[in-house]
């Protein structure tokens, strides 16, 4: 007997987390399903992942269905939707529509990281239509925090389907589009099947601000300040950098870009148009000629990221540029969880330079560009899903979402986490299975799981240091040479003031010298053997056991 075809939802990533947003949409039987691909983003290591420069969707799934899947749509250009495109798309190798913006990012992103893949973007944006396999999609402009963002409709035989991205309702916006009101209510119109809407917010009240509100407060703070102004914001919200470009010139003072991720977005930004109507930036060389009260810095490091040019100025250490006391630093953005700490020991270090420090605590200095709950129940109005599917988000923010929507007079809210099938049609929506899933490491130019990537032996290290000890016997099985002993990373004495490395190397003396001279036939025996009394011995001075290596050998 044949099997129905089936239309179903697989969320590989960003779905109970943050970040490394990945959807999968499928259509027809079991078995032989035709796939699209809606975005492929990363998240950031935290201390648990010591060297760990990425952390990427694991898409083994699609190993065994590479020759199903049809294409892949990125609804915008951040890391956490995008950046892990360029790494994972050659073992793809499927068609991949963007925006121009996000296809200028791309390739700018290839340019500095002179990576070798080269991603053909087929250009895709706000009103258009494509048909991929049994799918039509259809993008609808909406308001993000990053130019040209796009929700998506996906028709299928089975019913349509709306993807939001990240989106909010802003009617005020510094740089567009508005999110489409009009289009979404004719979609409700034609009948949805089900919505797989943004969460990030779902457990804030009320609306976000207007930019048009954190516009006029940075203009404010521009106007008033005596000194230096520095704003440091995420160098992709270009509608923010264009809004700070403006307070500056009608305030009379001059714009310097700082940060290498800074001026690559702005250099994509003018190219597709973006910023238009604004004075040229200064060049970083006619920083200290220009007055004080004349010059405004827009410049990267608002998370805290310690080779970024607001922690370089922190220290202290950037060529041309320096800030002095009476001078202001506005943080024009949010701290990431995770990154509280980092932010502050640059707050710290600028404050003991005297200088003046703003954030949304004090001022309307930034908005996020996620909806908040009447934003959501108003999409929910709009669109009149029988199903509601809450994304892009923690386990908090999607059961939020999902309480929400019920109380809205949605029908159906499924749970749903990274790797469940979810069908949504036919019959009712059903998690039916899980697919393999999970995350990938880049670490340097390699990409790996966490075993491949020595991520376990790695933490070890980091805790516990590591003690290499070189033994070499003689033919008759004794000492040829004094054993040579190096920690690493072990304090340099105990607690009675005894040197940690005499200690050790007294451990490895003990530990062959116990072992009878016909067993040292054994070398692995001898190996094993120093390798306990090094660790034991390290325990018990210091209460942790390094990683030990022994080389032991005969001559």
Not at 318 to 333: I, L
């Amino acid at each position: 007997m044949t099997k129905p075809e089936e239309l179903v939802f697989l969320p590989l990533g960003g779905v109970g987390e943050i970040g490394m947003n990945l959807g999968l949409y499928g259509y027809g039987a079991p078995g032989h399903r035709q796939w699209i691909m809606v975005d492929c983003g990363v998240t950031f290591p935290g201390p648990d992942l010591p060297g760990v420069d990425l952390v990427l969707p694991d898409i083994r799934f699609l190993a065994q269905e590479r020759k199903n899947l049809k294409g892949i749509i990125i609804t915008h250009a951040h890391e956490d939707h995008y950046g892990a495109l360029a790494d994972l798309w050659p073992g793809l190798n499927v068609p991949v529509y963007a925006s121009p913006f996000t296809a200028g990012m791309l390739e700018a992103k290839r340019s500095y990281e002179r990576s070798r893949a080269e991603v053909p973007i087929t250009i895709f944006k706000e009103g258009d239509r494509i048909n991929i396999g049994p799918f039509e999609i259809e993008a609808i402009g909406v308001n993000h925090s990053i130019p040209e963002p796009m929700s998506l409709v996906i028709r299928t035989p089975l019913g349509n389907l709306i993807h939001t991205g990240d989106w909010k309702i802003d009617h005020a916006p510094s740089l567009g589009p508005f999110t489409d009101e009009a289009r979404f209510r004719a979609v409700g119109d034609e009948g949805v099947l089900a919505l797989m809407c943004d969460s990030t917010n779902a457990m804030r009240d009320g609306v976000s601000p207007s930019e048009d509100e954190v516009s006029k407060s940075l203009t404010k703070i521009i106007q008033d300040a005596k000194g230096r102004v520095a704003i440091t914001t995420f160098s992709s919200n270009v509608g923010r950098i264009r809004s700070i470009a403006k307070a500056a010139s009608a305030a009379g003072r001059e714009v310097l870009l700082l940060g290498s991720s800074m001026k690559r977005v702005c250099n994509v930004a003018r190219d597709v148009g973006l910023m238009e109507g604004l004075d040229p930036f200064i060049a970083e060389d006619e920083f200290g000629y220009i007055p004080r009260d004349k010059v405004v810095v827009i410049l990267t490091g608002s998370q805290g990221e310690s080779r970024a040019a607001l922690a370089k100025i922190a220290r202290d250490e950037m060529r041309n540029v320096a800030f002095s006391a009476g001078d202001t630093v506005v943080f024009s953005s949010r701290a990431i969880p995770g990154n509280e700490k980092a932010i502050n020991d640059i707050k710290n270090g600028l404050v003991e330079q005297g200088i003046h420090i703003i954030t949304d605590n004090e001022a309307l200095v930034h908005v996020s560009g996620h909806p908040r709950r009447n934003e959501l129940q108003q999409m929910y109005e709009w669109t009149r899903p029988q199903i509601l599917v809450p994304v892009h988000g923690e386990a908090a923010h999607l059961v939020a979402q999902g309480e929400l929507g019920l109380q809205s007079g949605i029908k159906t809210v499924p749970r749903v986490r990274n790797g469940d099938i979810l069908r949504l049609a036919p019959g009712p929506a059903t998690v039916i299975g899980t697919a393999e899933h999970g995350r990938i490491f880049k670490d340097g130019s390699l990409i790996g799981d966490f075993e491949e990537m020595g991520i376990g032996d790695r933490r070890k290290l980091s805790f516990a240091g590591h003690v290499s000890v070189n033994v070499v016997l003689d033919s008759r099985l004794d000492f040829l040479s004094d054993p040579i002993v190096v920690p690493i990373g072990l304090p340099e004495f105990d607690d009675e003031g005894e040197d940690m490395n005499d200690t050790l190397y007294d451990a490895v003396l003990g530990a062959v010298e116990s072992i009878p001279r016909a067993k040292r036939k054994d070398l692995a025996l001898v190996q094993e053997a120093v390798r306990r009394a090094v660790r034991g011995t390290a325990n018990e001075v210091w209460g942790k056991k390094p990683v030990v290596t022994v080389f032991v050998t005969k001559v």
